[in-house]
C-alpha cells in the first residue's frame, strides 16, 4: 500500500516541546504510510516518544536532527507550513488547498510539511521558509489541534488523496511543469533580491518587517524555478539603487 | 459556525482504558463542533483526562455514564461503530462511506458513533447495536490509529461535510425517507423476529452465534423505520414454528 510518493514528503517538527506528542506523530505517519521524520531543535528522542510510537519506532531512529528550519528544508522544493493563527504578512490558504497543490507537483519534487511547537506555533521566521501557510479548518477559536492531531489530519487527508491518485501515477499529473528549486537556491535568490530593494531604499527600517514577510509570502507561493530565478534576477538587476 | 446538525450526533466511547485519551476526544469534539460525549463502563473522569481538555472542559462535565451499550444507544436512531478489525459477520464500510450515508439521513434523526477500548476495540457484542459498521482506512496493517486518533479523523471529515453541505440544510437532503427508529425498538423487532427463529430451529445452538451476528449486521443495516417493522413482523409471522 505504500506509495513511492510517500517517500518525497517529509514530516518536520519545529522546536517540539511534548515527547508523548513526538511519538503520536511518528504512530501517525506508521498510519498513513509516510517515513521521513525531520525535527528541528532537539535531539534526541526521550523513551516517552518510543513508547508513543506504537509500530512505529523504526520512524523516530531513521529521524534526522536539525539546529534550524533553514537547514531542516534548504534540500526540500516545495515547503508547507500549518499555522493556527491568522498572520498578517503571509497568505492563508486551507489544509484542503494545500493537498490539491501538493498532488499537482510535478513527479519527484521533495515536499516538506512544517508544524511548530505545542504553544506557540511556527514564528514568522520559520514561516518565511514555507512557500505556502495553511491551516486547518475548525469550528471554534479555541483550542487549536493538537500537534500530533494536526499531523493526522494532513496526512491523513494525503493518504487519501494519494490513494484515490492511484493508477494515475501520483504527483505526476501536470508533467510539463518545470520542478521548483531546492528552497535553499528560492532562498538565495531572494535574498539577492531583498539586498537590491534594500540598497535602493525600497526596504528601509520602518517598514522592513513587513515588507520582507510579504515578500517572502509573495516568492514563495510562486515556488520558484530556474527559469524563474533567472527571470528574476534579470528583472531586479534593472533597478537602480536609488530610485 | 455549530451546526444544528452536531448536536444530533453522539460520540460513545466504549470503556476507555487511557483518560489521556478521553481528554484528547473532547478536546477534537471542540475543534470539529461537537458536544455531545457518551461513556459506556467508566465514571466519571479523573484529573488527567481534564487535563488534555484543553478548552473543552465543558463537554466533560456533560457527558453522560451508561453501564453498557445497550443503554447508552437505546435512544439514538442511527448507529455507526468503529473497528479497526475484519470481523467475519458484519458488513465493513469505509469512513467515507459512513459519512455519506450520515449526510444522506432525514432531518432531525439522532446518530450515535461508537468507539471501543484501546487495545482491543469493540466486541461483537457492541457491535450488534450497530447499524453499520465502520473502517478508517490506514497504509499499513499495524498499528491501529489512536482512539482519540480515529474520532478526530471521523468528526473533523463530518465536520468537513457538514461545511461543505452548509446552505443545503444538512441532514435534510432526502427529507421524503421516514426516519429509523430508535435503535432499542429495532433490536426489540429483531429480537421477536430472532426467537421466533430459534422456535423454528433455523438459529441452533451450533450455528447461534455467526446466523445471529449475520442478522444484526443485516437488519442494522436496514436502519429499520415504523413501516419497516410492520412488514418484517408481519413478514415473520408467516414462519412456522417447525419448518
Chains 1, 2 share one sequence.
Not at 493538537?146 to 504527483?171: D, H, M, P, Q, Y
Request: charged residues 25%.
Amino acid at each position: 500500500m505504500k506509495s513511492p510518493a510517500a517517500n518525497l514528503i517529509h514530516i518536520i517538527l519545529v522546536r517540539p516541546e511534548n515527547m508523548a506528542n513526538v511519538g503520536a506523530v511518528a504512530r501517525a505517519m506508521k498510519n498513513t504510510g509516510f517515513e521521513k521524520l525531520r525535527v528541528v531543535g532537539l535531539s534526541p528522542f526521550s523513551p516517552e516518544a518510543f513508547r508513543l510510537a506504537v509500530h512505529a519506532e523504526e520512524i523516530l531512529k531513521k529521524a534526522t536532527f536539525y539546529p534550524d528550519v533553514a537547514k531542516a528544508v534548504g534540500d526540500l522544493q516545495v515547503v508547507f507550513a500549518s499555522t493556527a493563527k491568522r498572520r498578517k504578512n503571509f497568505t492563508l490558504i486551507s489544509l484542503e488547498e494545500a493537498i490539491k497543490k501538493i498532488v499537482k507537483l510535478p513527479p519527484g519534487v521533495k515536499i516538506g510539511l512544517l508544524f511548530g511547537p505545542e504553544r506557540t506555533g511556527l514564528e514568522s521566521h520559520d514561516l518565511e521558509w514555507a512557500n505556502h501557510c495553511f491551516v486547518i479548518p475548525q469550528a471554534s477559536r479555541q483550542p487549536s489541534y493538537n500537534l500530533a492531531g494536526a499531523v493526522l489530519l494532513t496526512l491523513f487527508l494525503l493518504f487519501k488523496e494519494i490513494r484515490s491518485a492511484e493508477g494515475l501515477s501520483f504527483l505526476s499529473f501536470s508533467s510539463s511543469e518545470e520542478a521548483p528549486l531546492p528552497v535553499a537556491q528560492q532562498k538565495e535568490c531572494l535574498r539577492l533580491i531583498m539586498e537590491k530593494l534594500r540598497a535602493s531604499g525600497f526596504i528601509h527600517l520602518t517598514n522592513k518587517k513587513h515588507v520582507e514577510e510579504r515578500l517572502h509570502d509573495l516568492f514563495g507561493r510562486l515556488q520558484l524555478t530556474e527559469k524563474d530565478r533567472k527571470l528574476l534576477l534579470a528583472l531586479f538587476s534593472e533597478i537602480p539603487y536609488h530610485f
